[in-house]
C-alpha cells in the first residue's frame, strides 16, 4: 500500500482478504485514494457524503470478497446438514452456529 494512503483508506482495505490484498491492494488503494481526494473539492457535507459512501462501499465489497473467499475454502468441510450427532434434527440455529464458529476461525486466521 502507499505511504500516501488516507488512514480511513487503509483501514476499510482491511475489510477484504490477504491473498486479494496482496494482488490488487496496490492499484485499489491507489484508485480509492484519488477518489478520496476528488472529494475535497466539495463543501463540507458534499465531502462527508461522499467519502463515507466510499468508505461503505468499499468495507460492504471486502466484506463480501471476504465471505467468498472463505466460503471457497471451508464448502468441503463437515457441516451438519440434516442431524447432529447426537442423533437430533438440526435447526437452523445449529447451521447458523457452525456458519459463525467457521467465518470467526477464519477471520482469525486472515
Same mark, same amino acid.
Given at each position: 500500500?502507499?505511504?500516501?494512503?488516507?488512514?480511513?483508506?487503509?483501514?476499510?482495505?482491511?475489510?477484504?482478504?490477504? !491473498?486479494? %490484498?496482496?494482488?490488487?491492494?496496490?492499484? @485499489?488503494?491507489? /484508485? @480509492?485514494?484519488? $477518489?478520496?481526494? &476528488?472529494?475535497?473539492? +466539495?463543501?463540507? %457535507?458534499?465531502? @462527508?457524503?461522499?467519502? +463515507? %459512501?466510499?468508505?461503505?462501499?468499499?468495507?460492504?465489497? +471486502?466484506?463480501?470478497?471476504?465471505?467468498?473467499?472463505?466460503?471457497? !475454502?471451508?464448502?468441503?468441510? =463437515?457441516?451438519?446438514?440434516?442431524?447432529?450427532?447426537?442423533?437430533?434434527?438440526?435447526?437452523?440455529?445449529? &447451521?447458523?452456529? =457452525?456458519?459463525?464458529?467457521? /467465518?470467526? %476461525? +477464519? @477471520?482469525? &486466521? $486472515?
Amino acid at each position: 500500500m502507499p505511504t500516501s494512503t488516507p488512514w480511513p483508506i487503509a483501514v476499510a482495505l482491511r475489510s477484504y482478504p490477504r !491473498q486479494f %490484498r496482496a494482488r490488487f491492494g496496490a492499484d @485499489l488503494s491507489r /484508485a @480509492l485514494t484519488e $477518489a478520496w481526494r &476528488s472529494a475535497e473539492r +466539495g463543501d463540507g %457535507r458534499t465531502r @462527508l457524503r461522499v467519502r +463515507g %459512501r466510499l468508505l461503505g462501499t468499499t468495507i460492504a465489497s +471486502g466484506c463480501a470478497e471476504r465471505g467468498a473467499a472463505l466460503s471457497r !475454502q471451508t464448502w468441503r468441510t =463437515h457441516r451438519p446438514h440434516f442431524y447432529t450427532p447426537d442423533g437430533r434434527r438440526a435447526t437452523m440455529w445449529d &447451521s447458523l452456529m =457452525h456458519d459463525v464458529h467457521a /467465518a470467526v %476461525r +477464519g @477471520l482469525a &486466521s $486472515a
